[in-house]
C-alpha cells in the first residue's frame, strides 16, 4: 500500500491558521478524489473537504468560508489551508486518496490513508 504523509499541524490560538500538506511515497496513478478527513478524540472520523478530479469542491458545512483544498493530483500533492480556526477543530487529520480503474472486465479501485497529523486549537 502506498503511504501518504501529512504535515503542517500543530498548535494554535483560536483565531489562527495552519497550512496541512500531503504527499505521496509512491506515485499514485487514476486518482479520482483526494479528501481530507478529520476524527476528534470520541468522534466518528468526518470529511473535511473533497477535491474530485471531476466534479465540485465540498466542504464539511462548519469548515466553509475558513478552509480551502487544493491540490495537484499529478504531483500527488494535497494541501488544506485552514482559517480563523476554532476549538472545536482540533483533530487529527487525515489525508486521503481515492482511485479507480479497470483492465478488461476487472474493476480496481484504491483507497490510500496517511497516519494523520494532530491540529490543535486552543488558548
Known amino acids: 500500500q502506498v503511504q501518504l504523509v501529512e504535515s503542517g499541524g500543530g498548535l494554535v490560538q483560536p483565531g489562527g491558521s495552519l497550512t496541512l500538506s500531503c504527499a505521496a511515497s509512491?506515485?499514485?496513478?487514476?486518482?479520482?478524489?483526494m479528501n481530507w478527513y478529520r476524527r476528534a478524540p470520541g468522534k466518528e472520523r468526518e470529511l473535511v473537504a473533497s477535491l474530485p478530479t471531476t466534479g465540485t469542491t465540498t466542504y464539511l458545512d462548519s469548515v466553509k468560508g475558513r478552509f480551502t483544498i487544493s491540490g495537484d493530483t499529478a504531483k500527488n500533492t494535497l494541501s488544506l489551508q485552514m482559517n480563523n480556526l476554532i476549538p472545536e477543530d482540533t483533530a487529527v487529520y487525515y489525508c486521503?486518496?481515492?482511485?479507480?480503474?479497470?483492465?478488461?472486465?476487472?474493476?480496481?479501485?484504491?483507497?490510500?490513508w496517511g497516519q494523520g497529523t494532530q491540529v490543535t486549537v486552543a488558548s
Open positions: 486521503n486518496v481515492l482511485t479507480s480503474s479497470h483492465k478488461g472486465w476487472q474493476r480496481y479501485s484504491g483507497d490510500y
Open positions: 509512491a506515485k499514485i496513478y487514476y486518482i479520482t478524489a
